[in-house]
Each structure stands twice: as C-alpha cells, then as structure tokens.
C-alpha cells in the first residue's frame, strides 16, 4: 500500500491558463473522488468514479473542470481558462474492497 | 439538505489537558460518521468511524468519539492532548447506505486545535 499519490504538489498559474493535475490512486481501490479545500474550509465533493465510469458530478464543477480515469486507475482533473477563484487545495481519494477513504496530499493551485 | 456542523473554529488546550470537539449533523436518517486529522500542507487522515452499534467508537492516537443519536452529534475526544496532535480536525458523513460500503462525504468546516506547551 503506497498510499494516494497526487502530482504536482504546488502549481502557481496565470489566470487563464489551463491546468492538470493527476491523481494514483492505491491500486485494488475502484473507486475515486476528487474535493476541493479552500482555505477555512472544509473538503467540497466535486466528482466521483467507479472504475473508469464518471458516477456522479457536483454543481462546483464548471464546465471549466474536465475528470477522466481512462482504464480506471489514475485520474486527472483539468481546469480550463484559470480564474483567480479557483485557487484551492484539490484533494483526491480513493477507496474500495470495504477500505474507507484514503486521502492524497493534495495539489495546491494559486491562480496569479 | 444534508449538513455537518464543527461550532468551534478554533480550540486551545494545554499539553495533557482533556479535549472535545464538537460536531453537528442534519441528515433525514443517521448517517455514517467519520473524523478526520489534517497536518498543514498534508492529505487528511481517518480518526474513527461510526456506522451502526456500540456509541462509542474508539480510534487511532487515543482519540474516541461518542454518538448521540438525541442530540445529533458525534463528538470527539481524547483525555490527554499531546502537543503531536496539533492539527485541524473534520467531522464528516455519508448516507447511510447499509453494509460498510464508503461513498461521498460532507465535511464539516473543521476546527484547528493548537497545543500549548
């Protein structure tokens, strides 16, 4: 069990740019969240995977936002066209096998 | 809707002193409980669990938490407060969904809990 794994750690931007951050989640877990962690806050759900199926999306997700699992295992999560309000800890977990949530390191996005 | 509430935002103790933290929750049926630590800059770790049974549920580093059914809450606590367990700690929970199977989360807004020496 090596843990979630989340790359990069830190990622500063320019608004307006586009962004992508990766998820490895533990390797026997099928399914996979992603939440967003604004400072004061506590983790917000945004998108959840079973396997490589998209199962459920939050209303935080913008069209701006894009989440993939090809073949079920890592995932990414793209922002389009950055906006300074997207600033935020984005956390990834997984779990499955009756193993509760295991949570990554997260990446921290500032959007200058 | 479905919520989780921590009233405290920020708590202070003493190294040693006995610890509770509060927790909230409104959900149509009981839900699955969950507290979680968070170390600045890190991932969140699993405390403790409650889903059904024994109100009591005790968990890793010392720490317990005590559902309570009346009052809509699962507080957690711990008898002696290291200066280790500095941190900030989340009050989650999930629909009860029968079984043990772990779906999505809501979290609280957590509360920072400093240790003085």
């Known amino acids: 069990d090596t843990g979630v794994s989340q790359n990069p750690r830190h990622k500063i931007t320019k608004r307006g740019q586009n962004v992508t951050f990766r998820c490895d989640p533990i390797s026997e877990h099928n399914r996979l969240y992603w939440y967003r962690q604004t400072l004061g806050q506590g983790p917000e759900f945004l998108t959840y995977f079973q396997n490589e199926a998209q199962l459920e999306k939050s209303r935080l997700l913008s069209d701006r936002f894009s989440a993939e699992r090809p073949k079920g295992s890592f995932s990414t999560l793209e922002i389009q066209r950055t906006e300074q309000g997207d600033s935020a800890m984005y956390l990834c977990?997984?779990?499955?096998?009756?193993?509760?949530?295991?949570f990554g390191n997260g990446t921290r996005l500032t959007v200058t | 809707a479905q919520s989780v509430t921590q009233p405290d935002i920020h708590i202070t103790v003493s190294e040693g002193a006995s610890l509770e933290l509060r927790c909230n929750y409104s959900?149509?049926?009981?839900?699955?409980l969950f507290w979680y630590v968070q170390s600045p800059g890190q991932g969140l770790q699993l405390l403790l669990k409650y889903f059904s049974g024994d109100t009591l549920v005790q968990g890793i580093k010392g720490f317990e938490a005590e559902f309570k059914r009346s009052q809509s809450s699962f507080n957690l606590r711990k008898p002696s407060v290291h200066w280790s367990d500095a941190a900030e700690y989340f009050c989650a929970a999930q629909p009860n969904a029968g079984g043990t199977s772990y779906g999505k989360l809501t979290f609280g807004q957590g509360t920072i809990l400093t240790v003085h020496p």
């Open positions: 977990a997984s779990s499955g096998g009756g193993s509760p949530l295991h």
């Open positions: 959900y149509g049926a009981t839900p699955y």
